[in-house]
């Protein structure tokens, strides 16, 4: 019978325990930090990551500068402030 496989008591969906999920995350914590520990980030890396987003940042905001047409004095009429009611 499936019902008493070993197999089936892995397919059957366990509970959630709030208490695996912050070990799981605690363990998660561990791993990235033992990694950072045993392969540091170098600066020359850093840099190079720092030029990289730099470049592409000025390259989106010169791409949306040359999009914009420039505001045009002749085709936006001057702003006059409204003319008071007659009679107030």
């Known amino acids: 019978m499936f ?3 070993q197999i089936a008591r892995f ?3 366990p509970k959630q325990n709030p208490d695996a999920e912050a070990a ?3 363990l998660g914590q561990r791993l990235r930090e033992g990694f950072a520990a045993k392969h540091p980030t170098q600066e020359k890396d850093i840099q190079a990551v720092k030029d990289a987003v730099r ?3 000025e390259q ?3 791409a ?3 999009k914009k047409p420039a505001p045009d004095a002749e085709k936006q009429p001057e702003r006059q402030p409204p003319e008071p009611e007659p009679g107030s």
């Open 64 to 66: 949306e500068h040359e």
């Open 60 to 62: 989106e905001q010169k």
């Open 55 to 57: 470049e592409q940042y």
């Open 3 to 5: 019902g008493r496989s």
């Open 11 to 13: 397919l059957i969906m």
């Open 24 to 26: 799981l995350h605690k």
